[in-house]
């Protein structure tokens, strides 16, 4: 009797080890393929682009800084740690908002503006998902899952009203809102004005390649590619 459990475990122990490997061979060959973004996310995080890319620039104390989507000021603390300049955020939901004037309200060199930038001077709704928040999808069930009207505020109106003739930095990361910004930039000349566009674009707005595309060929014109994670991070460097 021993004999044979001893021989029954060994084949117990054969069956699963080769159910466990087709399995694994199963999941290869028929599980979903990783979208771009998916794929781009980690290699991105491979390199710790958050800590190290998104954070090199030539900046001074006098360089002017836009950061577009301001969230909780978390990139615009990182920058300013390291180069002391002048930086406007701009972050029209309230929460954020509240948060960002109460971080930085001792620090005359970051101004804090309860709007978000885009194509034109308008009302729309933003479902708030944390740093998810966006015009251009619905919201999520969960703690946040709500909407509430923001004021957007035309980029042109903006830099001639405030007589900013020059960005040497553009952080874009605006949830598919980025798309029409950067056609409105591009389309008004003021392109040639900004030394770096560091831009997240987003996969899940109607046609986004072929937005995405479009725009890169418009860029190229006046800017060149840094560095590359397509729906991640990229950056635009203006040619000298």
């Known amino acids: 009797m021993k004999a044979i459990h001893f021989i029954l475990r060994k084949f117990a122990g054969l069956f699963l080890r080769a159910a466990n490997l087709f399995v694994k061979f199963a999941y290869k060959v028929y599980s979903p393929q990783q979208t771009i973004s998916e794929t781009n996310k980690k290699q991105w995080q491979q390199i710790d682009g958050d800590n190290s890319l998104r954070l090199k620039y030539e900046?001074?104390?006098?360089?002017?800084?836009?950061?577009?989507?301001?969230?909780?000021?978390?990139?615009?603390?990182?920058?300013?740690?390291?180069?002391?300049?002048?930086?406007?955020?701009?972050?029209?939901?309230?929460?954020?908002?509240?948060?960002?004037?109460?971080?930085?309200?001792k620090n005359n060199s970051i101004k804090i503006f309860k709007y978000g930038l885009g194509a034109k001077n308008e009302k729309m709704n933003i479902a708030v998902m944390s740093e998810s928040s966006s015009t251009e999808r619905a919201a999520k069930n969960g703690i946040?899952?709500?909407?509430?009207?923001?004021?957007?505020?035309?980029?042109?109106?903006?830099?001639?009203?405030?007589?900013?003739?020059?960005?040497?930095?553009?952080?874009?990361?605006?949830e598919g809102g980025e798309y029409d910004l950067?056609?409105?930039?591009?389309?008004?000349?003021?392109?040639k004005n900004i030394s770096n566009i560091q831009v997240q674009f987003h996969d899940f707005v109607s046609d986004?390649?072929?937005k995405m595309s479009v725009i890169k060929k418009k860029l190229a014109l006046t800017h060149e590619l840094t560095y590359e994670y397509i729906f991640v991070w990229e950056n635009w460097k203006l040619k000298i």
């Open 59 to 105: 900046l001074n104390h006098s360089s002017v800084v836009f950061d577009v989507g301001g969230f909780k000021g978390d990139w615009a603390l990182e920058i300013y740690a390291r180069y002391s300049c002048n930086i406007f955020v701009f972050e029209p939901v309230k929460n954020f908002t509240a948060i960002l004037e109460s971080r930085f309200l």
């Open 144 to 174: 946040e899952g709500k909407t509430e009207q923001i004021e957007i505020v035309s980029f042109t109106d903006f830099v001639n009203q405030n007589n900013i003739t020059k960005i040497d930095l553009i952080k874009i990361n605006i």
């Open 182 to 191: 950067l056609n409105q930039i591009i389309n008004s000349g003021y392109i």
């Open 208 to 210: 986004a390649e072929n």
